[in-house]
């Protein structure tokens, strides 16, 4: 079992900039794609980005695609997603998930493991 823990999240204005980070505990997330996804109320989850196992391939959903950057320190167990240049309907909780193949499928279905999730409020 994976146990994942965001943190990170917080309040900030318009066109500012947060670092989530997602924690790995129980097992090592070396052998695991990591991706992020976020939730705004009244909508479904979505997907925002995902890296690789080995970090060598990363996939952003078309919105987030120049402002956010997912990376990973396997040595720290942890997967980070920086975010810059925020916008209001960003505002969402933010979910770090885990799986062990597929990183190509961004359907949220597709992965096995999530942490519980960081709220970003984003302020105009």
């Known amino acids: 079992q994976v146990q994942l823990a965001e943190s990170g999240g917080g309040l900030v204005q318009a066109g500012g900039s947060l670092r989530l980070s997602c924690a790995a505990s129980g097992r090592t997330i070396i052998f695991y794609h990591v991706g992020w996804f976020r939730q705004a109320p009244g909508k479904e989850r979505e997907f925002v980005a995902a890296?690789?196992?080995?970090?060598?391939?990363?996939n952003y959903a078309d919105s987030v695609k120049g402002r956010f950057t997912i990376s990973r320190d396997n040595g720290k167990n942890t997967v980070y997603l920086q975010m810059n240049s925020l916008k209001p309907e960003e505002t969402a909780i933010y979910f770090c998930?885990?799986?062990?193949?597929?990183?190509?499928?961004?359907?949220?279905?597709?992965?096995?493991?999530w942490g519980q999730g960081t709220q970003v409020t984003v302020s105009s």
């Open positions: 890296i690789s196992w080995n970090a060598r391939t990363t």
């Open positions: 998930a885990a799986k062990r193949s597929g990183l190509e499928d961004i359907g949220d279905s597709s992965y096995n493991y």
